[in-house]
């Protein structure tokens, strides 16, 4: 996957609108009945940008970035302002935020991951959502609740894994809190801006959308 380890600066993302799609496929019986399936495991997320952009220096920062890009080519990092930290909006994140696995004795490599769901609700009725673009220096690890020094353990920012130096002991629950951006691309090979005035002017909204990797 062609990916770009930068982060789209976040002053062009203001007035951005988005959020997450599901594709479920839908079935009307003779009875009346329904069958309803999905062949989407996780969500995925949508944003439309640069909508609210005026000023000629913030959309020729946009035009040099999307051309950084080669337009849909390589992907890139976003700050999802409605959804980036492991924790409720507002809170600071917490080594106990997200269960990440469970000790087996020998196991150190843990996948972040951030669940949605309804309060107390079993795996049935949550999400687990893999956590792959954690922000550097964010990352806070505990094991059976016990926050872990930042020396003993190791995080990978380009795919979201954490090592541990020990092995959990059987049955110990490790968790972890965190930042993290959403890995996304530009879904168009085309920008289009207006001139309003000699300093002024107006963009089309730009559509990004994530991409696995």
């Known amino acids: 996957m062609a990916f770009h380890e930068v982060r789209l600066p976040a002053r062009l993302a203001f007035g951005s609108t988005g959020g997450v799609e599901r594709r479920t496929e839908v079935v009307t019986l003779g009875s009346g009945f329904e069958r309803r399936s999905s062949p989407w495991a996780m969500g995925r997320r949508r944003y439309l940008i640069g909508a609210n952009l005026r000023s000629l220096a913030d959309m020729a920062e946009l035009t040099a970035f999307f051309e950084a890009r080669r337009g849909r080519l390589y992907g890139f990092r976003f700050r999802d302002f409605a959804d980036y930290a492991s924790c409720a909006p507002g809170a600071t994140p917490g080594a106990g935020d997200q269960v990440i696995g469970e000790g087996d004795g020998t196991r150190t490599v843990f996948a972040l991951t951030k669940r949605y769901g309804d309060p107390g609700s079993g795996p049935e009725q949550g999400v687990e959502r893999p956590i ?65 005035s000699f300093d002024a002017g107006r963009m089309a909204a730009v559509p990004l959308i994530e991409v696995r990797v």
């Not at 550097?136 to 990978?156: H, I, K, P, T, Y």
């Not at 002991?169 to 090979?189: H, I, K, N, Y």
Request: charged residues 20%.
């Open 132 to 196: 792959t673009k954690p922000v550097e220096g964010s990352v806070r690890v505990a094991v059976n609740g016990v926050e872990l020094g930042s020396g003993a353990f190791a995080v990978d920012a380009t795919t979201g894994t954490v090592t541990l130096d020990a092995a959990p002991a059987v049955g110990a629950e490790v968790s972890a809190g965190f930042l993290f951006d959403t890995p996304v691309r530009f879904d168009a090979d085309r920008l289009e801006v207006t001139l309003e």
